[in-house]
């Protein structure tokens, strides 16, 4: 007889006896941790709906005008700090990044489209993958790269869209993936249209919102240090500059926190109240002869058995309930994601038990003796 | 003579310094192999103390106990744990079963614990069964079983370590005079079957013809009686 099957004995026979009780906090962790993956999911979904054209950019830093908040739409800047910039990385590992939300129209409709403008060096890191169509390069006119997404709208390539801002007229010649920004779908043009767009500049200077670089950490602070008036930030910082991605992503997660510490309490205050009640009945097996570890087994048992099976139910109903999602409903969750919130779940159903395992390892055997109940 | 259990002066005093309370006071006992011993007194006169340090749940502050030749009176929890489990069978007020076990699972929860849960303890835990006329009733959950027969698993129950001494903690309490006369009856014919011994804490005293011998306490004292109510 090995050692597993032996601390199930008096679990299992627990939970086949006491069923309907099992069953309704089973449904209980069901519940809550489907909500947990669900919540999860959408966080992720959400996420790179907001600024998938960020997270999926190749670049390791920007450089933002000073004081912006770490906004890309705040930020201004000019040709002289890009060449600053430069005289600490490669050209190859700098590009200018124009940024301008708008609205758009299709041609011949009055529908408007929220859409970001993102101005690249098509030579430049920053040019995105295609996934249909062709690609624009520096010195093409009135064409456009658009997100996929524009593709829901009823446009096509070939199709024509109206600036609302600038009132000038682009035709889309490609669709990109997993291009958005603020929600709203990125449309990639190349600096000559972009400066088209911009609103009359004296001087006739190339200005854009910010720098990607490919550099490390210490050429970062680097930059920072030694060029005036701009500010370094990581990618994920950066991130949390994107309009309402750092509101959004941490109410999502104070959700999900918070799922976390209410199954954590639900737990410990079922094996708790649980515990208590069989206080005399823990007595009595101590008093014949159970190890206190036996029994600690036992309710730890319960407690991983019960949330095991609940993470195996609530992660098939999400996935079932994702499958039946519509393509639009932002909702991302990886395998790995999934995993690790089964993780926490479980060390958050083991530290639940704890008060309960406490109170048993606490009890006298001498209680059985003398006691009529 | 061998004995299955001896107490030699033992006292337990709970509390220290001016609030100590000696409950049990210099008491020796002797139980001989195939011996029912009956343990009476007032509620408050040291009879759990007793049963409760006769059955390695509790150490004396002084005196030796020696429990088949094996003496107990200085060992830690976990050795006592060890004692209980293998040489002590306990029998409870009002029985004690575990409610999500049924009666032959009551019985198998020994071997269970001890780690030695085998086909020979299920053949014993079988006999034990049809020896106390509960075989019929071997699939059935405590709730649904009388009380004499609860009281019957818990003698059984208490037989399954094959223990050196049966300990019983009022075992009619809950029950009328008729089957808890049938439940001591069973216990006792159990004792001299197995030539084991017992001690029974009662206070019906219409029970007490069926035990070999009387002892009284009172006050953390044992005034012994040899037999002589007879009917």
Known sequence: MNGDERIMFLALREFQYAKLRYLLIGLIMVLIAWLVFFVSGLAKGLSSDNASSIQTMKADYFVLQKDSDHRFNRSLLSEDQLQ?????????????????????????????????????????????????????NNSTKNEIIVDQSFKNEGLSIGSRIKDQLSGKEFKIVGFTKNQSFSHTPVIHMNFKEWASIQPSNAQNKLSFNALALKADQGKADNIEKNVKEVDVLAKGKALEGIPGYKEEQGSLMMMIVFLFIIAAFVLAVFFYVITIQKMNQFGVLKAIGAKSSQLARTILFQVLMLSIVSLVISMALTYGISAVLPNSMPFDLSPLLAFGCSGLFLAVSVAGSLLSLYRVVKIDAIEAIGRAV | MEYKLVLDNISKVFGDGDTSVKVLDHVSLHVKAGEFVALVGPSGSGKSTFLSIAGALLSPSSGRIILGGEEINDLSPKQMNRIRMEKIGFIFQSSNLIPYLTVRDQLLLIPELAGTLNEKAEKRADDLLKRLGLAH??????????????????????????????????????????RGRAVVQMLADEVKLRDKAAIMVTHDRRMLDLCDRVVFIEDGKLLEQTKRMSL
Do not use: C
């Not at chain 1, 939300?101 to 859409?115: N, R």
């Not at chain 1, 993958?129 to 062709?134: D, K, M, Q, R």
């Open chain 1, 84 to 136: 600053d910039v430069r005289q600490f990385v490669g050209n190859n590992a700098s590009t200018p990044l124009g940024v301008q939300m708008t609205t758009v129209t299709k041609k011949g409709s009055s529908k408007k489209i929220d859409a970001t403008f993102f101005a690249i060096d098509m030579n430049g890191m920053l040019a995105p993958e295609l996934a249909e169509g062709n690609l624009i």
């Open chain 2, 137 to 178: 009733r071997k699939n059935n959950y405590p709730e649904s079983l009388s009380g004499g027969e609860r009281q019957r698993v818990a003698i059984a129950r208490a037989w399954m370590n094959d223990p050196e001494i049966i300990l019983a903690d009022e075992p009619t309490a809950s029950l009328d005079s008729e």
